[in-house]
């Protein structure tokens, strides 16, 4: 086995138990609910409140429990992968064209400019 595919196991197992995690959040949000009597003197803000964090942690543990979507999203797929660049052959190194033949002359005047800037200060400064 390889260990790319055991990393993405690993992390699909990971990303499967966050989802139990939050099932569990979820459904333990449930049980205040079930108390009619407080259901009944409550009024609608109450109870939407009350809901809100049951719906997102359902929701969030079902997109966890799928997740495909995020395991694609962390290891994609080889195939869509582009293939290694081929090695250069040998004798193309020799007929590259060393760097310092590249440089524009804008850049020989803007290295110019820059030694003159870099230059130390003279001491002949008086006070």
Known sequence: MKSS???KDIFSLAVRLLGLFFLYL?????????DFSAI???NAGDII????PVIF??????????????????YPETSRISPPAPAPKPGALS????????????????????????E???????A
């Open 26 to 34: 979820g459904l333990s949000a449930v049980t205040p609910l079930l």
């Open 49 to 52: 409140n009350a809901l809100l």
């Open 57 to 74: 942690n359902l929701l969030v543990a079902w997109w966890l429990l799928g997740g495909r979507w995020l395991i694609r999203r962390a």
């Open 120 to 126: 130390k200060p003279k001491d002949d400064q008086t």
């Open 40 to 42: 009944q003197t409550a």
């Open 5 to 7: 595919d055991l990393f």
């Open 95 to 118: 007929t590259a064209v060393p760097a310092q033949s590249q440089r524009t002359p804008d850049m020989e005047i803007a290295d110019k400019k820059l030694a003159a800037l870099v």
